[in-house]
């Protein structure tokens, strides 16, 4: 039986490559977007509904794709914003938004489909960080980082939760990717980056791993960094 994934953010960038390479694996798909109708590639049968992070939701979603596949085995909290404010120059509006959309929603759509991927013996969750999440480079990542040091420590957390029954939760931790984001954060040239496709390929390895063979953080650079 082919086993369904859910993914916040599937809309484009890491969201969308991730669920075309599960796709192109034979997972079938229940995708999170704030505007389903803006979808810009083939999502075939995959269920679209309407989600936005920072409102909630996640049971209404979870209902759903149990309503639709009647399982749900991964869950790849992908949805994330950004931020270039230091530790002092942010408002504590702008880390409550961070901590809202990167930490919260996360764990909130961990909780709802709980009882489910405890019921799937294997059931997987990956919680996309950030290499921001391990270490913080410059003033200017430090607010964005607070928020991904939690992101991390939650995977850690449903880790600890979920062993005892099959599930498996991994910190995804990568530097500058290809996408709009990315690009945002000043990265290098788009052909030096990592590319979303490589991530993608890297979640579906994750997400196919047997229990005996967890992985708890994989981080990926695409420059030299000595600690990470």
């Not at 600890?160 to 945002?184: H, I, L, N, Y």
């Not at 000043?186 to 229990?211: C, F, H, S, Y």
């Amino acid at each position: 039986m082919s086993r369904v994934a859910m993914i916040s953010g599937a809309n484009r960038g890491l969201g969308a490559a991730i669920a075309r390479e599960l796709a192109a694996q034979g997972w079938l798909l229940s995708l999170g977007m704030r505007d389903p109708a803006q979808i810009g590639w083939n999502t075939g049968n995959a269920l679209l509904h309407r989600y936005d992070a920072m409102e909630g939701g996640e049971d209404a979603w979870v209902a759903a794709t149990l309503a639709r596949f009647g399982r749900i085995d991964a869950i790849v909290a992908n949805a994330g914003v950004v931020s270039r404010a230091s530790v002092i120059e942010a408002e504590d509006e702008e880390l409550d938004a961070l901590l809202a959309v990167n930490v919260k929603a996360p764990r909130r759509l961990a909780k709802a489909a709980w009882p489910a991927l405890c019921a799937s013996g294997r059931g997987r969750v990956i919680v996309m960080s950030s290499l921001s999440g391990k270490r913080i480079k410059s003033p200017g990542a430090g607010l964005y980082a607070m928020s991904k040091f939690a992101a991390t420590a939650l995977a850690h957390g449903l880790r600890q939760a979920g062993w005892d029954k099959g599930v498996r939760a991994t910190a995804m931790c990568p530097g500058f990717v290809a996408t709009r984001m990315g690009r945002a954060a000043g990265g290098p040239a788009d052909e030096q980056m990592t590319q979303p496709e490589d991530v993608a390929r890297i979640a579906a390895m994750l997400l196919d791993l047997p229990n005996e063979a967890s992985v708890a953080e994989f981080a990926v650079n695409c420059v030299l960094e000595p600690s990470v």
